[in-house]
């Protein structure tokens, strides 16, 4: 049974406390082994006022409850950036929620997984209508199986790999091993940005929700739909996929911004919870598909000062490359890990490689913390933050220049695409 409420206006605490409530009560969990998966503070909400009503409402009934961060392949939170982004104080974690334990996904430690099965070449071939046919082995933090149920707790946007965050994803890739990681990422890359992001039924999507059918062990999804930097406007609870469905249905309203033409500039202001390029290249990735052809995406980031802080050195060497630069010289590219590559392209954007030559739809230059001599070996372009104001070009639109505040959660795409959209992709 889903319960959830959704677009009549951002939703209170005592309403968040009541969908949880009632959602979790439905869900049979008393006297369980519960484990909590969450996102990281890279994704926006109230998270505080979410976690105090997800255990507030379970810690009287279950058996035990604690919180895993599906960070991917993002870099851990230190425990002072856990309470931080929980707004715990020391009286609450001796306190009422002594007895939680808020694990970080060790990513980056071979021990951590637990092989559950793999997807026979055959059905990627299907999934992927053709695009790709290879066997992929699926494993996973193998903490979830030391509990009876689990949870998933995650905000819903437009996502430029799965066409929208959310639901499974916060297992493939929240707690994923790095294969399939690294096969959904380069699969959307090989779909593209422009063509996958925003749509809800992608084969991206369907890989995820056939390797979630091999975890075996019930979950319970409290997908979100967030408006602005910690306001609510939907919460849904219940059986993972529909609460999904109902959640992308309300993002796909919300945070799909229509336009009738072209920009021939954009200037993606990123909020400070981006701390690096890799979860900053959102701003390209939502305003791409809005670009005129020769147009130019600027990502104002004046505090982002590194590439990645965990792939930094493999982008270094292979630089930001549209798609085809990679498949036209595969033998030389193809021992990188697929995610880094999909990253790569998916900031890069839409364009060629033809005789030697490559020829990207878009320009994509950086104004942040990360100097000009980085920025030009990665093959992006620089510019001085110092030196831009983005309020100075607020109110261009007409003369094909947009300024994006907040950039990375709200996607643009042209009115002329809007019934393709509407359908569901």
């Known amino acids: 049974m889903l319960i959830g409420q959704g677009g ?46 997800l255990a507030d409402a379970l810690l009287p009934s279950v058996s035990r409850l604690d919180f895993l961060i599906a960070l991917g392949t993002h870099q851990p939170m230190s425990e002072e950036s856990i309470r931080d982004y929980l707004e715990l104080e020391p ?19 071979p021990g951590t ?11 990627i071939e299907k999934i992927s209508n053709g695009l790709m046919s290879e066997e992929v ?23 430029e790999v799965a066409g929208f965050s959310g639901g499974h994803k916060y297992l493939f890739p929240g707690i994923a091993g790095a294969e399939i990681i690294n096969f959904t990422h380069w699969l959307g890359a090989l779909i593209t940005n422009y063509e996958i992001i925003g749509r809800m039924d992608t084969p991206v999507r ?32 219940g059986p993972v996929k529909e609460a ?9 309203s919300l ?13 993606s202001v990123m909020p400070e919870m981006y701390d690096d390029l890799w979860v900053g290249a959102k701003g390209m990735y939502k305003m791409e598909p809005v670009v005129r052809d020769g147009g130019e995406v600027i990502i104002y980031a004046p505090h982002i000062r590194e590439i990645s802080f965990t792939h930094g050195e493999v982008i270094e060497e292979i630089g930001y490359h549209v798609r085809d630069y990679f498949l036209k010289q595969w033998d030389r590219f193809k021992h990188y890990p697929g995610g880094v590559l999909a990253h790569s392209t998916h900031v890069k954007g839409q364009g060629v490689f033809e005789n030697g030559v490559e020829k990207p739809r878009v320009k994509v230059t950086l104004a942040t913390g990360i100097p000009r001599e980085k920025c030009e070996k990665v093959n992006l372009g620089y510019r001085d933050p110092g ?11 007409h003369e094909g220049v947009l300024v994006v505040w907040r950039a990375g959660e709200t996607l643009y795409r042209l009115d002329s695409e809007k019934p393709r959209e509407a359908s569901g992709g």
């Open 8 to 53: 009549e206006g951002l939703l209170s605490e005592e309403e968040i406390r009541k969908i949880i409530s009632d959602g979790f009560s439905a869900a049979d969990l008393a006297g369980k082994k519960i484990i909590v998966i969450i996102p990281d503070n890279t994704r926006s909400g109230p998270m505080p006022a979410v976690f105090r009503a």
């Open 91 to 109: 009286a609450d974690l001796s306190g009422k929620y002594k007895s939680v334990n808020i694990f970080n996904h060790e990513w980056n430690s």
């Open 113 to 123: 997984f637990k092989t559950i099965g793999s997807i026979p070449a055959s059905e």
């Open 137 to 159: 082995e699926v494993s996973i933090n193998k903490l979830i199986f030391d509990y009876d149920a689990a949870i998933i707790y995650g905000p819903v946007f437009p996502h």
């Open 206 to 237: 369907a890989v995820i929700e056939r390797a979630a059918e091999m975890v075996g062990l019930p979950i319970v999804g409290a997908c979100s739909v967030i408006e602005g930097e910690d306001g609510m406007a939907g919460l849904f609870v």
């Open 244 to 252: 999904w469905r109902a959640a992308s249905r309300l993002s796909s």
């Open 255 to 267: 945070h799909i911004k229509w336009t009738p033409y072209h920009f021939r500039q954009v200037i």
């Open 387 to 397: 030196k831009i104001n983005p309020a100075d070009f607020a109110g261009k639109e």
